[in-house]
């Protein structure tokens, strides 16, 4: 009868250990689509679990209003704002002096000629694109000073202009047209979102894309924020053929000339139709919403998002409603939304539901 080798015994051990640790080791690949304060909302909360996921932010190149448009105009390069705002969101914090560099990044002057209203974070990716010869080379490096923990990329590498058919055939040109309307425009819907000139998936993203096992789009303005991304050629396809897991975060309230007279289920189509996949798993808010806030919108012409879902596995309902409302600096031109959700109970939601899937 043979005896178990001692070595063989303890090289056994060691690769199960091996095997165990980098199971553990492992980290939940979650890429996050879209722009602006939403994209920022589920970054900032997700970062909490930045030990356990390992998060990239795909961010839109669209931007064409406040700072950002200001400093795209000036210098032709490809807008930063959003990449800034992510970058913010994944910022670490874990010292006086990391918070204070996260809130140098928010800052926005209140005044001087030509500073006014330019967000000091948007200034610094503009001056490190110049120095090292891109905005990728910006992102990264920023991403190096901020001990940001995640990856901030870029959708797409190229110059695009984004446009908007409406209902009533009229074409608006620009992401800040199409996100700040003109008023004989808040009641229009959007026929077709698409880009001027056709342009290319940064090709990272598009590896990000495919390796990631969870993909989250939303909230935001369906068609600045989300959609943008979407029209940008091969993001639809490579969202379609990822193994990841889709989920999409409902938006609370309508949005004038983009979503007036939109449900839930309106938005989760417009979502399905661009990216070419229906989402697997809809996260929406079911908390009140503050009656002064609503009547707050309703004088601009836009209402709460009607649930109108169904009632299955695919759908989650849960409070996500951010307990005050959004204050707004003087110096930010830029129309901001006065009720959003939490970072904290979106991130909640969204760990809650990978980790007991």
Not at 112 to 139: K, R, T, Y
Not at 326 to 354: C, K
Request: charged share 15%; net charge negative; with cysteine.
């Amino acid at each position: 009868m043979k005896t178990k080798s001692p070595v063989r015994g303890f090289l056994s051990v060691t690769i199960s250990v091996k095997s165990w640790l980098l199971v553990v080791m492992t980290k939940t690949k979650v890429v996050i689509l879209g722009g602006g304060t939403g994209t920022y909302t589920v970054l900032h909360g997700l970062s909490l679990y930045a030990d356990t996921l390992a998060l990239t932010a795909v961010v839109s190149m669209a931007d064409s209003g406040g700072s950002t448009g200001r400093l795209r105009d000036a210098y032709g390069m490809l807008p930063v704002g959003d990449a800034r705002m992510a970058l913010t969101a994944l910022a670490r914090t874990d010292t006086l002096q990391q918070e204070l560099l996260r809130e140098l990044l928010m800052y926005r002057f209140p005044k001087g000629d030509g500073l006014a209203g330019h967000n000091l974070g948007n200034l610094l990716l503009v001056a490190l694109s110049d120095m090292l010869g891109s905005e990728a080379a910006a992102i990264s490096a920023a991403a190096a000073l901020f001990s940001v923990q995640g990856t901030v990329l870029p959708i797409t590498n190229d110059q695009v202009t984004l446009c908007a058919e409406y209902t009533d055939g009229s074409i608006v040109r620009g992401e800040h047209t199409i996100d700040a309307p003109q008023r004989a425009r808040h009641s229009l819907g959007i026929a077709q979102l698409y880009l001027e000139e056709p342009h290319q998936i940064n090709p990272p993203a598009a590896e990000a894309l495919a390796q990631a096992d969870y993909i989250i789009v939303g909230p935001g303005d369906l068609y600045t924020s989300l959609v943008a991304t979407a029209v940008v050629d091969g993001v639809a396809e490579a969202v379609r053929d990822s193994t990841a897991t889709f989920m999409y975060v409902g938006n609370i309230m309508t949005r004038p000339g983009q979503t007036i007279g939109l449900r839930a289920r309106d938005h989760q189509a417009e979502i399905t139709r661009y990216f070419c996949r229906t989402p697997d798993i809809t996260i929406i808010n079911n908390a009140p919403l503050p009656p002064a806030a609503v009547a707050a919108y309703h004088a601009l012409g836009t209402a709460p998002v009607v649930d109108d879902l169904p009632v299955d596995t695919s759908v989650h309902r849960c409070p996500l409603l951010a307990r005050e409302l959004v204050t707004q600096s003087a110096q930010d031109t830029v129309a901001r939304s006065l009720i959003r959700h939490d970072s904290e109970l979106l991130a909640h939601a969204l760990v809650d539901y990978i980790t007991n899937v």
